[in-house]
């Protein structure tokens, strides 16, 4: 149930490792109809899909767009730099491909369909066997039913509790947009108002396009006038707010879904599955979108479970390990991503605190809390902050980082074409890229245009830190992931990029999969 990046890859994942099992995903919108703008990933993911399904993962890099370095400025001429680079892609065209491939391989993908109860459930033969509503076609019992959709899950709702599901809600508000001013890099732009400060995180999620995430504390928005003005004033007002950083383009909406402010919720479930019915992804935990680990979270939900029931052959102990294992890995990134959302939920504090005279804050300082909010850091940390504030050695960073990403794109199976050379262009669309530690990782799968054909590789979870950005900087701290307001959505990982020998053919193949 749920045709995001969870539902969609789960489905993918699985019918890729035994053709044999009969897919259907379910979702209450009609296709295309997707909240939100761009989602970010870092090299880890792409490791993961061109093992997985190459054939995929090959359209999601090259539908996808490279940022380099980060931006945090504090106004005209405050500006702080980091290194760094990740990759962003619109969450509309992660979903058409996601899409696309399934039905390729013979997943039934159906839109428009509402399940909100168990009786929908049962209609659909989830409970009972064939279905029993007017024009339901007769369906065999699931052996598995996948809730993947969303943080606020209906799928979850239905049991009653089961799932011991805990939910907390942050403090500031926050607004998912687009703009048409193309930033190359990752940019945070904080702007102080005679109501308080706003900020968002920017990045480039098109040819022509860039996601804003726009975020306040809850007396700026209601100073504001944001809790009764919407729509065209809003885009106006903030607009104007975030002029400069902007350059003179503004803030735009989707007209087909249009966004609206929220408080991020945090979502636990001390069980992942009940009985046949297992979460992925944001109906089962959410990490704040500061981390930018959603998507790839979710996505990643998809391959281990796949893997797991495919492995084990059966449901019952492949859930169980997949509930065991994902909670061991995930809650440190839970922890951490409640520090990272309280940090900014201090952001005004912070910066009124340490304004001194006309010049305000130090953005070099403040852009050092923002990397260090979540844990500490090695002294000499703070002095390769200090050293990415010079140019020259930024460009040096730059060189390095792009010989790198040519290395790992060529070791991935990548084509040619979307591959930079080491000297080449530093900021091309879908270029390659990959944390420091990703050397240690095992040798890529085969390339795309065999991969239809050959077995899907086994992955297994390995301990890799999560969060974190290529070298171990802080992943940027408004990753529009799906955790913004949905289903799944990047950036670091909890950890799962080894790759052991290819997957059993000939396993036991599932009547019915829902997802």
């Known amino acids: 149930m749920g045709a995001g990046p969870a539902g969609l890859y789960f489905a ?68 702080a730099h980091f290194a760094g680079y990740g990759f962003s892609v619109q969450r509309a065209a992660l979903l058409d491909i996601l899409t696309r491939r399934a039905i390729e391989l013979g997943i039934r993908v159906e839109h428009g369909r509402d399940v909100s109860d168990l009786a929908d459930l049962a209609a659909l033969g989830w409970r009972g066997g064939a279905g029993t509503r007017p024009g339901d076609e007769a369906r065999p019992t699931p052996d598995l039913v996948v809730g993947a959709d969303g943080a606020n899950s209906r799928v979850r709702s239905m049991f009653d509790g089961q799932f011991g599901t805990s939910t907390d809600v942050g403090g500031n508000q926050y607004i998912w947009l687009g703009t048409r001013r ?35 504390s809850p007396k700026t928005w209601e100073r504001l006038g944001f809790a009764i003005s919407s729509g065209p004033e809003m885009l106006r007002t903030l607009s104007d707010i975030f002029a400069v950083p902007l350059g003179g383009h503004g803030l735009t909406d ?53 893997q797991m029931l495919h492995e084990h052959g059966e449901v019952a102990p492949a859930l169980a390990q997949f509930d065991h294992e994902g909670h061991a890995a995930l809650e440190p990134l ?37 990397a260090t909010r979540q844990s500490d850091q090695p002294p000499w940390s703070y002095q390769a902050h200090r050293a990415m504030q010079v140019p020259a050695l930024r460009r040096a960073r730059r060189v390095l980082d792009t010989s790198l990403r040519w290395y790992l794109a060529r070791r991935r199976g990548e084509p040619a074409r979307l591959a930079a050379g080491p000297f080449g262009p530093a900021a091309i669309p879908a270029d390659s890229a990959t944390r420091a530690d990703s050397a240690t990782r095992a040798d890529s799968a085969t390339r795309a245009d065999s991969a239809a054909r050959a077995e899907a590789p086994a992955v297994t979870r390995t301990n890799t830190d999560a969060g974190r950005g290529p070298g171990g900087e802080p992943a940027p701290a408004g990753s529009a992931a799906g955790s913004a307001g949905g289903d799944g959505g990047s950036g670091g990982s909890r950890g799962f990029e080894k790759v052991s020998q290819p997957a059993r053919t000939g396993g036991p193949g599932a009547r019915s999969a829902g997802s």
Not at 277 to 286: E, K
């Open 12 to 79: 993918i994942s699985a019918k890729r490792r035994d053709a044999g099992h009969e897919i259907t995903v379910i979702d209450r919108d009609p296709p295309g109809a997707t909240y939100g703008w761009g989602v970010v990933y870092w090299d880890n993911l792409l490791d993961v899909l061109f093992r997985n399904d190459p054939v995929s993962a090959r359209e999601i890099r090259a539908a996808s767009t490279l940022w380099q370095e980060q931006d945090i400025s504090l106004g005209p001429g405050r500006v």
């Open 182 to 216: 193309h930033f190359d890099r990752f940019t945070f732009a904080f702007e102080r108002t005679p109501s308080g400060w706003v900020w968002f995180h920017a990045y480039p999620s098109g040819a022509d396009v860039s996601t804003c995430i726009v975020e306040c």
């Open 254 to 306: 989707n007209p087909r879904r249009p966004a609206r402010w929220q408080r991020f919720t945090q979502v636990r479930n001390q069980h992942w599955s009940v009985g046949n019915t297992v979460l992925l992804g944001d109906a089962a935990h959410t990490t704040h979108f500061t981390l930018g680990s959603g998507t790839t979270l979710a996505m990643i939900d998809g391959v281990m479970l796949a």
């Open 334 to 370: 839970q922890a951490r991503a409640r520090t990272s959302m309280s940090w900014f939920e201090r952001v005004d504090a912070l910066l009124d605190r340490e304004a001194v005279g006309a010049t305000g804050a130090d953005p070099v300082e403040f852009a050092y809390a923002m």
